[in-house]
């Protein structure tokens, strides 16, 4: 479960000292109240809190530079347009991508994964081709090749895991063949917390020529992501999940690649010109962002990015390392539980069930203790089918959690098991 493998080369900023209990300060929400309990907000793969930056960074956009970008020559409009590029050079550097040209804002990961599979997809597959996942995609990363599958009469194949959690590479490497046009594979799962050998699963897919997309939704938050180290294809993610706004996300792709594409939807902004016999399309990153984009929601990104920078990924990776740790013997040690996914290598998630216990039983019992946990398939029902199971339990943390809140937690499931004795 070392985290250390996945912390990454790019902390380059000279930070303050850990201090869990002034990072929460920077987060309002968590001084909530519920059910006459403190909050224990233990369901950050779902979506993250936002810090004070953020949601000031969104008021501010509001306040002070609100006017549509890229077509004003009235001054709001410039200053808007020049603070939706400058965020997108964060979200380059975040990455480090080579160019800003290769970042595309999204709604979030599922609109990124889509455009890609309606344009790169579309434009590559045929009749009896494939396309390579794992068994351990979100549906987000499962369905919108099934639909681009069925168009294309084209088939779905599905790498297998082991009963830990962890992508049997082999296997990975054998299904990888003269048919497979496309590669998508989660950095790291949403429903077991394994985080994926990337960096070899490209190398092998490249070694055939197969372009490979990366569903990063539940890495960019707790893993330095170098999308040029990992030679990732296309890499997309959520600003909800990493302590920014919901409604935006980003699309990495090669330049190579993504100039080659077609565009995913029409409209303006996405075209350099346009008559009723025929419409040319604009260059990057505009020929896929069509029509007004999240500029509310790129500033909130650009604030959560420049929060993360400000701690430290490897201190944020470190710290959630450290309660995952702790979690796993904390809660193995108790009678009745049984945790799903026990990969060595593993980011800040912990499924598990516990006796014959369902676990909305379980999620309501802990929601009146104020602990909220993600309780069901999370998205990834044949990761249930798996593990033949309906459903787990799914603690999540980030890095406001404390060893204290694992502790509510283990309380809390102390007295479920009460209730059911
Ligand atoms: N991929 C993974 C691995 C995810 O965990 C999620 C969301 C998505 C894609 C989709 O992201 P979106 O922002 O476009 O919705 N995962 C979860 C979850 O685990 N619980 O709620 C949402």
Request: glycine fraction near 10%; proline fraction near 5%.
């Amino acid at each position: 479960m070392s985290a250390a493998a996945a912390v990454p080369i790019r902390a380059r900023a000279v930070q303050q000292p850990f201090d869990v209990e002034r990072i929460r300060g920077d987060f309002p929400i968590l001084h909530t109240r519920v059910h006459g309990h403190p909050l224990v907000y233990l369901d950050n793969a779902a979506t993250s809190q936002k810090p004070r930056s953020v949601i000031d960074a969104i008021v501010r956009y509001y306040e002070g530079e609100n006017a549509n970008i890229h077509r004003g020559v009235h001054y709001l409009s410039q200053v808007a347009t020049e603070e939706f590029e400058k965020a997108r050079e964060t979200v380059r550097g975040f990455v480090n991508a080579a160019q800003s040209s290769e970042i595309i804002f999204t709604r979030g990961t599922t609109e990124a994964i889509n455009l890609v599979a309606q344009t790169y997809g579309r434009a590559h597959l045929g009749a009896g081709d494939e396309v390579l996942i794992t068994a351990m995609e979100h549906h987000s990363n499962i369905v919108p090749w099934q639909m681009l599958c069925e168009g294309k009469g084209a088939k779905l194949r599905v790498a297998p895991i082991n009963d830990a959690g962890e992508l049997l590479l082999e296997e990975f490497d054998k299904l990888l063949g003269r048919r497979t046009k496309v590669v998508a594979v989660a950095h790291v799962s949403n429903a077991l917390g394994t985080i994926n050998p990337l960096k070899r699963m490209v190398a092998l897919a490249h070694a055939r020529g197969i372009p490979v997309v990366v569903d990063g939704a539940q890495a960019v938050p707790h893993l330095g992501v170098d999308v040029q180290d990992l030679d990732a294809d296309f890499y997309a993610f959520s600003g909800h999940k990493m302590y920014g706004p919901t409604g935006i996300g980003v699309l990495y792709g090669k330049h190579a690649l993504l100039d080659a594409m077609p565009p995913y939807q029409g409209g303006g902004d996405m075209i350099s010109s346009v008559t009723f016999e025929k419409t040319t399309y604009n260059k990057l990153p505009h020929k896929f962002e069509a029509g007004t984009p999240d500029m509310a929601g790129v500033a909130g990104l650009k604030a959560a990015i420049d929060y993360m920078n400000g701690i430290g990924i490897a201190k944020i990776a470190g710290h959630e390392h450290d309660l995952l740790e702790y979690a796993t013997e904390e809660l193995g040690a108790l009678p009745g539980v049984r945790l799903i996914g026990t990969a060595r290598e593993k980011a800040s998630v912990l499924s598990f069930v516990l006796d014959e216990v369902h676990p909305h039983d379980i999620g309501t019992i802990l929601d009146q203790q104020g602990i909220a946990v993600r309780t069901g398939h999370h998205c990834a029902q044949p990761v249930m089918e798996r593990f033949h199971i309906p459903a787990t339990v799914r603690a999540s943390f980030a890095v406001y959690n404390t060893k204290a809140e694992i502790d509510a937690l283990v309380r809390g499931i102390r007295k479920v098991r009460e209730v059911f004795a």
